[in-house]
């Protein structure tokens, strides 16, 4: 398969010709750090909807592209057993872990019982890396996360992968949504680059939205965003 092929999942893709899956921005610690009055059982949702994706793509490896943690300072005890857990359920799922670091991740080497890279290659070229800055490591494609885009339609915003098939140094740029489902996520229908917070858009009208829809089991791609915003 070319290495500019994806399948998107909810709220993540799997890259065939490195067999792994990558989402991005977890956010594990959000619930807990939320003034609310009920539990969001955000543990058991992570680890339920990581699980589904495991078992749909069988991946070799499981990439979390950073955010992986909410707070930047303290990391409570719940937390740091959320993290655990997210790690353990990879490893019984038959992948490997890796962790990459996001900009609210001052604390994830401190607590990870895996080791912490600002990106990781793969073994086809592709870099995934956070997105908030410029990455360190050239890349054939990069995957990032970030800024949590989502695709608002007839009032409804849908979760939304955005791929820019030159987006970045003539290079393709795939950014995830957050797999966190608590995170209400950045409307990007009318967007441009400067609205964006990730170096890697530098031409935001090139992106096409991609949404997977779970319920029908189907994925819905769009025209660029430089074409919708004439539409939606």
């Given at each position: 398969?070319?290495?500019?092929e994806?399948?998107?999942?909810?709220?993540?893709?799997?890259?065939?010709?490195?067999?792994a899956?990558?989402?991005?921005?977890?956010?594990l610690?959000?619930a807990h750090?939320?003034?609310?009055e009920?539990?969001?059982?955000?543990?058991?949702?992570?680890?339920?909807r990581?699980?589904?994706?495991c078992?749909?793509?069988?991946p070799?490896?499981v990439?979390l592209?950073?955010?992986?943690?909410?707070?930047?300072?303290?990391?409570?005890?719940?937390?740091?057993?959320s993290?655990d857990?997210v790690?353990?359920a990879?490893?019984?799922?038959?992948?490997?872990p890796?962790?990459?670091?996001?900009?609210?991740?001052?604390q994830?080497d401190?607590?990870?019982?895996?080791p912490?890279?600002?990106?990781?290659r793969?073994?086809?070229?592709?870099?995934?890396?956070?997105?908030?800055?410029?990455?360190?490591?050239t890349g054939?494609?990069y995957?990032?996360?970030?800024?949590?885009p989502?695709l608002?339609?007839?009032?409804?915003?849908h979760?939304?992968?955005l791929?820019?098939p030159?987006?970045?140094?003539?290079?393709?740029v795939v950014?995830?949504?957050?797999?966190?489902?608590l995170?209400?996520g950045?409307?990007?229908n009318?967007?441009?680059?400067?609205?964006?917070?990730?170096p890697?858009?530098?031409r935001a009208?090139?992106?096409?939205?991609?949404?997977r829809?779970?319920?029908?089991?189907?994925?819905?791609?769009?025209?660029?965003?430089g074409?919708?915003?004439?539409?939606?």
């Open positions: 398969m070319s290495r500019s994806f399948v998107v999942g909810d709220r993540g893709v799997y890259l065939p010709a490195d067999d899956l990558v989402v991005a921005d977890v956010h610690g959000r750090a939320s003034n609310v009920f539990p969001l059982n955000e543990r058991r949702d992570t680890l339920d990581l699980g589904t994706l078992d749909r793509f069988d070799e490896t990439v592209a950073g955010d992986v943690l909410h707070r930047f300072d303290a990391v409570p005890v719940p937390v740091r057993e993290l857990a790690v353990a990879v490893r019984d799922a038959g992948a490997e890796v962790l990459v670091r996001g900009n609210h991740d001052r994830l401190r607590v990870a019982s895996e912490v890279h600002d990106a990781h793969l073994d086809s070229g592709t870099v995934v890396c956070h997105g908030h800055e410029e990455p360190a490591v054939d494609r995957v990032v996360g970030h800024d949590h989502v608002e339609v007839e009032g409804k915003r979760p939304c992968l791929y820019g030159d987006a970045y140094d003539g290079v393709p950014m995830l949504p957050s797999f966190t489902t995170a209400p950045v409307v990007v009318g967007m441009r680059a400067g609205d964006f917070d990730s890697l858009v530098r009208g090139g992106f096409h939205p991609v949404v829809d779970s319920d029908a089991a189907e994925t819905l791609r769009f025209p660029p965003l074409e919708l915003r004439r539409v939606l």
